[in-house]
């Protein structure tokens, strides 16, 4: 008997695709753009009417999107409407494949052991053994997480303010982008809503209300021309 995964495979077009595994798909990278877009809408389908193996079909999302960059803005948010996924997950699944090609993988670790590993280290050497690490001492997911954050702490030491600073920062940057690509597909849901709703979600977004007033003083503050010495001419 197939296992979910393996039935998920016999599914995929063979065309497009050297080798799929349960923790990602090795494409042709001669594949035409008209077979990478139906590669895409076949996974998404996938992503969107399987219950099961969401880890896998998470990998072959990234991989996927890891495979042409030709996308334009929003792309990645619209498969993971497509697709019933977060867009930060599939954005974080893109990072992992970019970062850990399927030829890198381990078969004996998790998509999440590989996701740990991916978003916390750049350099492949760093990466591999991490991975060769998480195998041997038989790390469950939480243990590598633990060890991952621990080992960064040591090493950050005594890592400025500032700098974690700029990574909430950009973080915080990232989000606010998605959520004004989300208003801005969803238009035609939101201006129809009742006094009643409207009310409801101008109390859930209160405090980006005041996020936006501190702004919009703190641009009209830079530009204000500096107050003049009464004591000048």
Known sequence: MQTEVEQLVATLPRAAI????????????????AAWRELVAHVTRLART????????TAW????????????????AECARGAGLD?????NAK???????????????????HCEVGLAFVDPNEIERWLV????????????????????AG???????ASAESVTA??????????????SHRTECWRRWPPATAQLALAELHPLAEFIDMLRARVFEEAAPPPRDPHLN
């Not at 999302?61 to 990645?76: C, F, N, P, T």
């Not at 867009?87 to 954005?91: D, I, M, Q, S, V």
């Not at 090609?101 to 998509?111: I, K, T």
Request: glycine share 8%.
């Open 133 to 152: 690490l998480a195998e041997v001492e038989r790390l469950s997911t939480a243990a590598l997480r633990k060890r991952i954050r621990a080992h960064l």
């Open 18 to 33: 050297n080798r799929a595994s349960r923790l990602g798909l090795a494409l042709d990278p001669q594949m035409k753009p």
């Open 50 to 57: 399987t219950t099961g193996a969401r880890q896998t079909l």
């Open 170 to 183: 950009f973080r915080l940057m990232r989000e606010l982008r998605a959520a004004s690509r989300m208003l």
């Open 61 to 76: 999302m990234g991989d996927v999107l890891v495979h042409d960059e030709a996308y334009g803005r929003g792309w990645i």
């Open 87 to 91: 867009a930060g997950t599939l954005r």
């Open 95 to 113: 990072m992992v494949c970019t970062r850990i090609p399927v030829s890198c993988r381990h078969d004996a670790l998790s998509w999440t052991h």
């Open 155 to 161: 090493r950050m030491g005594g890592a400025s303010a």
